[in-house]
Nanobody, 127 residues
């Protein structure tokens, strides 16, 4: 089991920046990929970014590429999502997730591949 807790969400204006954090506890000694997903009202949960356990593979959704940066620190127990040039369409609940079946070297983009999820943090971008 691994427990994930997100923080850092809030209300910002278009063009602003925000940094989300996700703290992991529990089975953090195992290898797993980290992912950020988001879900806007009335929409499916969607992939935002992911990073492999060893950090060599990183991926972003086209909609955030060049604006968002995923990273992990503190012995791989903290995940970050640096969000710049925020747009109203970035408004959503943001979730971090862990993919144990991804192993050490890869990540995945599908919601179904992630076994553990945080409770989410709201990001609202006003125009």
């Amino acid at each position: 089991q691994v427990q994930l807790v997100e923080s850092g969400g809030g209300l910002v204006q278009a063009g602003d920046s925000l940094r989300l954090s996700c703290a992991a506890s529990g089975r953090t000694f195992n290898s797993y990929a980290w992912g950020w997903f988001r879900q806007a009202p009335g929409k499916e949960r969607e992939f935002v970014a992911a990073i492999s356990w060893i950090g060599t593979h990183i991926g972003y959704a086209d909609s955030v590429k060049g604006r968002f940066t995923i990273s992990r620190h503190n012995g791989n127990t903290t995940l970050y999502l640096e969000m710049n040039s925020l747009k109203p369409e970035d408004t959503a609940v943001y979730y971090c997730a862990a993919c144990f079946q991804c192993g050490s070297y890869y990540y995945r983009r599908s919601v179904q591949d992630y076994e553990y999820w945080g409770q989410g943090t709201q990001v609202t971008v006003s125009s």
